[in-house]
Structures are given as structure tokens and as C-alpha cells.
């Protein structure tokens, strides 16, 4: 069956076996890789990506039910002008180890601050509490997220500017 | 301290690609022309196999092939093995199985993968999967390590009686049973380590492709030490000589332990790739990770500890039963031998130890080793010990432990190991002033008056890093050597590219060791590269794993660039016609000591290649030099963990209300990774503690499979971690750095455990301390409050 949404902005389409699901649309379809099968019965969130404005995972989701619909995955979202400031501050501070969790951590964070810019310690916990990280704590990662809630409430620029090659140190 | 050098936070070179979802993981990897690879596992713990019908699943859509246990052992390969050679006390060897990729005739444990299918889709191979059934006869099962050993349970290999592959012991029998028999006072304990299941958030995969053309292999593996998986796959099963093996471990999405071994699911997508003549992927399913990659810890434990009058130490006698589980993983039998009974002196004098192991096969999922691997166990051993001890003697934890802290190094354990250098009353200080300890019995008030039980609990840990000296690790029955090698390549532009035989899978290393070279030869950490995880680039390494790679693995890229600089200054001495021995080299610079003449680093690099100032008869032209390095000693990173906890009695439920960590680990070369490492290691080492219950019901199913019933800890559980160091430089490596990946996997589950007894007030209870387990003694002991 034919399946055509709206990823990162651009329309994209593709021929599938109609149980494919949008996550195995997106990495093997798009070849956009950036969203993890983890468990793939949506217990730990790699696969997360926004749809219609709200998290959701990827692996508990037909492609044929995203017919239609807006999503975003990790892939787009930096901008032209830069990073995004979730993924700017959790490279800046060292929020993530391996990195296979982080493209669904961010996404969730997204979600979250869009929802809610200013939101409490335990409102930033029960949103990841659907993403599991077995490398960092999470302590990093909750930090970077409240970090960022209160520059975007004070700055509103929407993108800080890219990790340029000057600019390596932190701390 | 330079920005990007030795010391500073710098920013992780390998966190753009991660937060732009550009990382490169073997799942991400695709081959033009790929075939998919699903397992048909066991269903039983124990089973004759006696027919497998896969006819029709042979004829199902997009199906290729159907391999069998047969199939296998009909193509000759050797069988995986365990690398290191324990002998029992009474000489002979230990009783390792043979262990083939896929078995002909029995199966041994819940998941072990029994038929291979192969399908042009991953789809098609899991539905043909589902169409092939396997006629078994059952058999007896056991589970339990303490029942392994019993004269009725059901035999696993042939080849070891009593399914007992070692009873293995270290230390001085006469002289520790002569220190309990002048003891004033003993300490007795059972415990129980709970068995661990490790779930990097990667489940493991491989791709594997063949080229008839050139013969030649190469494997994309979830990898911890792809160097390790070529020498394996090519000398002991023979898959293919190890130089037409290319054995690429790219990014890698954690491991802790699990991604060292060679199992056989990577074996059997070679073999298959070479039937096939296919490209072959498999990515396991979460569900088959918690059945098919080895498990951690899954100890019983007998310890008794003897005190003198004044509250001394005199001597430590330990029991262990280990489990192995169902066949002896790569390195299983060093686990709760040499990495576990090797640490029972912890952070203190005792003048006699004694420990006794048994290594047990049971009906399980292979066990090895898993983040401390063997460290957590002893330190559980010993911390409950003194914890249980001072409760018993009516004295302060805290001053127990310091009057029996090593106070004077090197000292020399009764077991085996050496320590260079600590100060465990530093870390134990500042620990207790970071937790406010002096306030604990204010806040128990306080949370008495709401209802609530509050306790605190100590972990002074040490752990033995820097895995190994090769002499030693030898000696005590390891195949390989433990050392690292390290190769850097100076362009003709300058740029620098660090080739490593450590494999960073969340560490950080492209970061930590650009840092050291950035520091040493003074250029931008931007113009430094990182290589690993490619045995086609990386000449040989050992991997990662035990806290290595920055002892071990950094100190063999120092010597390396130890080597470039003494060429370097052979250069800048022709360069600038004066003397090598004048030349004086310092913040990427080389000048002539006394003179105002300088050549720049970049300058240096240019001319080694150019080689216009030089005749190829006095010096060769190029820069660029290797180097193996072998550890003297092992490194022992110590400190000490402070966990305080409240607890629930309406809902049994424990709440970690403060946790405060202070570990030496040397010299830091990146505290916000350090930190990182720091906080991870804790939060597994709480989810052992109160979460983790790895349940097998008594014939052999694993009953807690997925992440509904195994409770990996969320980023709700725990408040903030209170984390500092305390330094005393390792003196047995250049940089002074003693590792820190394990720590906290280490100390946390006692300092939880002794946390929670003290709020309960009972020594009654067994890791993980779930909401339940909690409920129940308080039930316990209500009704016996009661009953009196």
C-alpha cells in the first residue's frame, strides 16, 4: 500500500507491506535511522518521534495510520541555524554516553517544552519516564531539559547557533 | 590547565552525531543485496531435541535457508569457548562444555538458539520462524545455583559431575581459621547477589558479509573488543583465518559487559553469510536479549568475619556458590574467581582470608561478567559485613570502617593484590560532611514523626582496574594478555590520528584521548581523530572492558607519543641545525634551549614528510608510532558512597532520598565525563538494590522477559546524585588515572542495602528490596510484634 506524510517538513512517500510500522518506514523506507528499535512494543522510547505535535513511539504505530500526518523525527530537528537548543545543551553538558537513547530523550523533551515551557523537576521526570537510558542516570538529561526551559522562557529565540569549530570547550 | 587538555570538561567530540540522530549503529547498517537472519530459540530449560520440522517454513515467501544444529556441525567449526583456564584446589582443570553455535541434539537453557532461517526480509524469517515446530523431550531442570550441586539434580554436561565446573579457592586456610579460633567476636551472613540482565538500550546484532572473490569476512558486530571476536571466531571456531576476518564494532549503544563475549548468533551469520553467499543482518529482538545475552552477578554467599576485642579485624572467611549458567561464557570463570575473591580485603587491614568457590552449571542463560564483573560481589560481601558488624558491636559504621582502614601503601593483601596508593579516610570524610551523616538521626525523627522509616547506609568500595598486568593475568590462567596498543599517525598537515585498541561505547573516549594528545602536543583537540573498533585500521587491542581503557589503553597511546615526540625533535633539531639534545619541546612548540629559535608542531609534521632537511640514512622520513602497553599493576580506584533511603511501611515502597558519592579515581582527565560515569554506575547499581529481579520459575522459564516485569530504574526514581572526588594519583601508569566506569555499579547496592536494613531494622532481606519484599518483613514483623 502507498503511504505518504510529511517528515521533517518534506512530503515522502513509499510502497509497503500494509503491517509495516512507522518505524520501520522511517529506517528502512526514508532510511532515517536516527529513531532506535529498542524493544519495539514501546516500552522504552528509542523509536520516539512527534507526531502531529505529540510524542508517540514509532514502533507501536502503523505507517498507514501516519497517511497523512506531520512528523518529526531527530533527523529535523536542527535548523538552518543551528542546532536545536535540547540537542545544544545536552552536547554542551554531556547528557548522553552511547547516545542510542538520545534521539528519543530529545524528542520527548520537545514534545514536553512545547507542551509546557515552563515545566517542574517531576513534570521533566514523568516525561522520560517513558525512555529508558541504561548508561547515564538521567541526571544530566533532566538538568540540560530544565536548563533549557528557563532560556527559552527568558531568550525566545527558537535555535542557538550551530557548535561552530572554535568553539570546543565547556567548562 | 589548556582548555581542551588534561583536566578540562571538555565537550564530547562524539555528541553531534548522537543528538542528530547520525550515529552509526550496527542496526543502522545495511549491505546492498542483504538477507535476514531470525533464531528459532528453546522454549525448555532442558530438552532432548527430536525432531525439527521445517519443511514447510523452507517454502514460505522469501525464505533461503533453514540451518540447523546438523547443518552446523556437519561444516566443521570449532566450538566457543571460555578464555580463561581455572584450576580447581585439587589441580584439575575446570569442567568447560562444549558449546556449538547452534546444538544437535539438546537444548540447555530457555532462548538458546536452535534453528537459523535466513529470508530476504526480517518479516519473512520471524514468520517462517513461527512455522517451524521442534519435538522435544523434556528433561529435568535446575535452576537455583544452590541446588545445582545436589546428588539428584539433573546432570547439564557430561563432562562435569554434579554440574560443578570448579571448586576453586584463594588464601590461607590455617591461617585464617587460627584468627577466628582467638576471635573475640564473629559476624556471620548469608547473602544472595541477584542475578542481573544487562540490557544496553542496543540490543546486540551483526551483519555479516562474504566475498568469495578475495575469501575474505567482514562482521559488523555489537562489539566491546572486535579485536577479542576476530581472535576467537579464528583460531577457536575457524570461521576464517583472523586476515580475511574484518571485524567493525561501530558506534556500539552500551554494553557493560554483555557486548565482550562471542556468541553464537554472530558466529552463525558469518557461517550463514558464507552458505548463502548473502549478506547477512540479525538484530535481536528485546525479547531475545533477555534470554539469549549472559546475565550478571548470581551469587550465594556464606561470609563470616572475626574481630578482636577492640573491634579489629582479624580474619574473613567467604563461601561463594556462582552461577554460569547453562555453558561457560568467554569469560565467566574469571568473574567470581580472580576478579571477585581478589577484593574481599577491601579497603581494609586483614591479616587472613580464606574463600572457597564453587562455579555451577545450571538450566539458565550463560552468566559473565556485567558491569564490576565480580567487584559488586565482593564488595557487597565485605560492606554487609562491616555494616552488620558495627550494628552487632553496638559502634559507628563509619568509625569501624576507619579503624580498620589500610593506612600505609603499597600494602599487600592476602589475596593476590597489591594496592599502590588511596586514602580511604579522605573519601570516607568528605562522604559523611557531603551527606550531612552527624544530622541522619534528626532527619530519622523527622520521618519517624510523618510515618515514615529512614535509614542510612556506607560502601566503602575499592575496586582492582586497569585490567592487567599480561605476566600476572597470565599466571592465574587467562589465554590472552591484558595489555592495549595504540598507534598515532602525525600528517604531513599536522592533524593527528589516534588509532586505539579500546572501543568507546558510551565512555567518550574520542574525547578523553584527544584530550591527552591535544595536551601533549599542544594542537587543537579539532584536529585529532580518534579510530577504533576496525580491525582493518586498528592493528590489534584488547577492548574495553574492567575500567582499562583509560589506564591501559591511554597509557599506551602516552608511549606512543612519548615516540613521536623523540622523532619529532630528531626533525625540529635538523630543521633549526642544532643539536636533538637541545631541542626543548613545550606548548606545541620546539626550540633551541638558550636561543630564540622555534619551529611550530604543524612545521615539525611537514618536514618529517617532506624530508628535504634530512637524508632517509639518518633519519627515516614520516611520523608515526606505535606502541603496546602492559600494565605494572592493576589500579584501585576506592571511595566511599553514602546512601540514605525512607521508607513507606503502608506500601513496603523505598524512596533513595539522598545518595552522596565520593570516589578516587586519580587523576581525572574529564570531570563531566567522569561524572557521567559516575551517575550511571549508581543508578544500575539502585536498580540491583530495590528493582532489578531477574525471576526463573522452577522449570527453567525466565518469567521477568521484558520491561514490563524486569524494572529498569526511569528517569522518576532517584533524586539528584551528590557526587566529588578525592585524588590520590595511581602511581603504576604515566597519567596517574585509576578508572571510573564501574564505580558506582560497585558501591551503591551495599550502601542501599545497608540503608534499607538500617530503616527496617532487620538484616532479613535479600536484593532487590521491591515494594513487596519491603511489605513482607514489615508484615513479618508486625505479626511477630503481635504474637510477643
Request: charged share 20%; proline share 6%; with cysteine.
Given at each position: ?150 532560556t527559552m522562557r527568558s531568550v525566545p529565540t527558537p535555535a542557538l547557533p550551530a557548535a561552530s569549530k572554535g568553539e570546543q570547550k565547556h567548562g | 590547565m589548556s582548555a581542551t587538555g588534561i583536566g578540562a570538561s571538555v565537550r564530547r567530540k562524539e555528541d553531534f552525531r548522537f543528538v542528530t540522530g547520525r550515529g552509526q549503529y550496527t542496526a543502522d547498517i545495511a549491505r546492498p543485496g542483504q538477507a535476514h ?551 606545541g612548540k620546539f626550540t633551541v634551549a638558550g636561543t630564540d629559535k622555534a619551529v611550530t608542531f604543524g612545521e615539525v609534521a611537514l618536514n618529517a614528510y617532506i624530508a628535504h632537511k634530512f637524508s632517509g640514512a639518518e633519519l627515516e622520513p614520516g611520523l608515526k608510532e606505535g606502541a603496546f602497553y602492559d600494565p605494572v599493576n592493576f589500579t584501585f580506584p576506592a571511595g566511599c558512597h553514602v546512601c540514605e ?144
Amino acid at each position: 500500500m502507498n503511504v505518504t506524510l510529511t517528515v521533517n517538513g518534506e512530503t515522502r512517500s513509499a510502497e509497503v507491506p500494509p503491517e509495516t510500522t512507522l518505524l520501520v518506514f522511517l529506517r528502512e523506507y526514508l532510511n532515517l535511522t536516527g529513531a532506535k528499535t529498542g524493544c519495539d512494543i514501546g516500552d522504552c522510547g528509542a523509536c520516539t518521534v512527534i507526531l502531529d505535535g505529540k510524542a508517540v513511539n514509532a514502533c507501536l504505530m502503523l505507517a498507514a495510520q501516519a497517511d497523512g500526518r506531520d512528523v518529526i523525527t531527530i533527523e529535523g530537528l536542527a535548523t538552518r541555524e543551528g542546532l536545536h537548543p535540547l540537542q545544544k545543551v545536552f552536547e554542551e553538558t554531556g547528557a548522553l554516553q552511547c547516545g542510542f537513547c538520545g534521539p528519543g530523550v530529545i524528542l520527548s523533551a520537545k514534545a514536553l517544552l512545547d507542551e509546557n515551557p515552563a515545566p517542574s523537576k517531576q513534570e521533566i521526570r514523568n516525561a522520560l519516564a517513558g525512555n529508558l537510558c541504561r548508561c547515564t542516570g538521567y541526571v544530566k538529561m533532566i538538568d540540560g531539559i530544565q536548563e533549557v526551559a528557563e532560556t527559552m522562557r527568558s531568550v525566545p529565540t527558537p535555535a542557538l547557533p550551530a557548535a561552530s569549530k572554535g568553539e570546543q570547550k565547556h567548562g | 590547565m589548556s582548555a581542551t587538555g588534561i583536566g578540562a570538561s571538555v565537550r564530547r567530540k562524539e555528541d553531534f552525531r548522537f543528538v542528530t540522530g547520525r550515529g552509526q549503529y550496527t542496526a543502522d547498517i545495511a549491505r546492498p543485496g542483504q538477507a535476514h537472519l531470525y533464531f528459532v530459540r528453546s522454549t525448555h530449560a532442558h530438552a532432548k531435541i527430536l525432531r525439527i520440522h521445517a519443511g514447510h517454513a523452507s517454502r514460505m515467501p522469501g525464505v533461503i535457508a533453514v540451518l540447523t544444529g546438523e547443518d552446523f556441525a556437519a561444516g566443521k567449526l570449532g566450538s566457543l569457548v571460555c578464555g580463561w583456564l581455572i584450576h580447581s584446589k585439587d589441580g584439575t582443570p575446570m569442567k568447560m562444555a562444549p558449546h556449538p553455535a547452534l546444538p544437535v541434539d539438546r537444548v540447555r537453557h530457555v532462548g538458546e538458539p536452535v534453528v537459523a532461517v535466513i529470508a530476504e526480509r526480517a518479516d519473512q524469517a520471524r514468520d517462517a520462524a513461527e512455522a517451524i515446530s521442534i519435538d522435544y523431550e523434556e528433561l529435568p531442570s535446575v535452576v537455583d545455583p544452590a541446588k545445582a550441586q545436589a546428588p539428584d539434580a539433573p546432570q547439564i554436561h557430561e563432562v562435569a559431575p554434579n554440574n560443578t565446573i570448579y571448586q576453586w579457592q584463594l588464601g590461607d586456610p590455617a591461617a585464617t581459621e587460627a584468627a577466628f579460633a582467638r576471635a573475640a567476636s564473629v559476624t556471620a551472613i548469608d547473602l544472595v547477589n541477584n542475578r542481573l540482565i544487562p540490557n544496553a538500550m542496543e540490543t546486540r546484532a551483526a551483519v555479516a558479509e562474504y566475498e568469495p572473490g578475495t575469501e575474505q569476512f567482514t562482521l559488523w558486530n555489537t562489539s566491546q573488543n572486535p579485536h577479542v571476536a576476530r581472535l576467537v571466531l579464528s583460531a577457536f571456531v575457524g570461521i576464517a583465518p583472523e586476515h580475511r576476518l574484518r571485524v567493525i564494532a561501530p558506534d556500539v549503544g552500551g554494553g557493560f559487559g554483555s557486548k565482550i563475549f562471542i556468541y553464537p548468533e554472530e558466529l552463525v551469520a558469518l557461517w550463514a553469510a558464507k552458505t548463502v553467499r548473502r549478506p547477512v543482518k540479525w538484530t535481536s529482538e528485546r525479547s531475545e536479549a533477555f534470554v539469549a545475552d549472559a546475565h550478571g552477578r548470581d551469587h550465594v554467599t556464606r561470609a563470616e568475619l572475626a574481630f578482636d576485642a577492640e573491634g579489629k579485624i582479624l580474619g574473613l572467611k567467604v563461601k561463594t556458590i556462582a552461577n554460569l549458567g547453562a555453558f561457560m561464557s568467554t569469560f565467566s570463570s574469571s568473574v567470581p574467581t580472580y576478579l571477585y575473591a581478589t577484593l574481599l580485603s577491601g579497603q581494609y587491614d586483614i591479616p587472613a582470608i580464606f574463600c572457597e568457590v564453587d562455579a555451577v552449571y545450571t538450566n539458565t542463560v550463560p552468566v559473565d561478567a556485567y558491569r564490576g564483573a565480580g567487584r559488586p560481589e565482593a564488595t557487597f560481601v565485605v560492606e554487609r559485613l562491616m555494616e552488620v558488624s558495627a550494628r552487632r558491636l553496638g559502634v559507628d559504621p563509619a568509625e569501624l570502617r576507619r579503624k580498620n582502614f589500610v593506612k600505609n601503601f603499597p600494602h599487600q593483601t592476602p589475596v593476590i593484590m597489591n594496592y599502590d596508593a588511596g586514602d580511604y579516610a579522605a573519601s570516607l570524610d568528605k562522604a559523611l560532611a557531603l551527606a550531612d551523616y552527624a544530622g541522619f538521626p534528626q532527619r530519622k525523627r523527622e520521618a519517624a514523626g510523618r510515618g515514615k522509616l529512614r535509614g542510612i547506609g556506607l560502601s566503602a568500595y575499592i575496586e582492582a582496574c586497569g585490567i592487567a598486568p599480561s605476566q600476572a593475568v597470565g599466571s592465574l590462567g587467562a589465554g590472552v594478555g591484558l595489555w592495549e596498543s595504540a598507534e598515532v599517525r602525525v600528517n604531513p598537515t599536522g592533524t593527528v590520528e589516534v588509532l586505539t585498541g579500546s572501543h568507546s561505547h558510551g565512555q567518550g573516549h574520542e574525547t578523553t584521548f584527544a584530550q591527552l594528545v591535544s595536551h601533549r602536543l599542544g594542537i587543537p583537540i579539532d584536529n585529532i581523530a580518534v579510530v577504533h573498533g576496525d580491525t582493518d585500521k586498528v592493528q590489534f587491542g584488547m577492548g574495553t572492558y574492567g575500567s582499562r581503557s583509560g589506564a591501559v589503553g591511554m597509557s599506551a597511546i602516552s608511549k606512543a607519543l612519548d615516540k613521536v615526540e623523540t622523532k619529532a625533535k630528531k626533525v625540529a633539531a635538523h630543521l633549526m641545525e642544532a643539536s636533538e639534545a637541545d631541542i626543548v619541546f613545550e606548548d606545541g612548540k620546539f626550540t633551541v634551549a638558550g636561543t630564540d629559535k622555534a619551529v611550530t608542531f604543524g612545521e615539525v609534521a611537514l618536514n618529517a614528510y617532506i624530508a628535504h632537511k634530512f637524508s632517509g640514512a639518518e633519519l627515516e622520513p614520516g611520523l608515526k608510532e606505535g606502541a603496546f602497553y602492559d600494565p605494572v599493576n592493576f589500579t584501585f580506584p576506592a571511595g566511599c558512597h553514602v546512601c540514605e533511603v525512607e521508607i513507606d511501611p503502608e506500601t513496603g515502597r523505598t524512596d533513595v532520598v539522598n545518595f552522596t558519592a565520593v570516589d578516587d579515581f586519580g587523576n581525572v582527565i574529564n570531570p563531566m565525563i567522569v561524572e557521567g560515569q559516575v551517575h550511571g554506575g549508581i543508578v544500575q547499581g539502585i536498580g540491583q538494590a530495590l528493582m532489578e529481579a531477574c525471576v526463573y520459575d522452577e522449570s527453567g522459564q525466565l518469567v521477568t522477559g521484558s520491561y514490563n516485569d524486569y524494572r529498569m530504574p526511569r528517569a522518576g526514581d532517584f533524586p539528584p546524585l551528590v557526587v566529588d572526588t578525592t585524588v590520590t594519583p595511581c602511581p603504576s601508569n604515566p597519567l596517574g588515572i585509576k578508572g571510573c566506569g564501574e564505580a558506582g555499579a560497585i558501591a551503591a547496592p551495599a550502601a542501599v542495602m545497608n540503608a534499607v536494613t538500617d530503616a527496617l531494622g532487620t538484616e532479613d532481606i535479600a536484593m532487590p528490596a521491591t515494594p513487596l519484599a519491603v511489605w513482607t518483613v514489615l508484615q513479618r514483623q508486625a505479626h511477630r510484634e503481635a504474637a510477643e
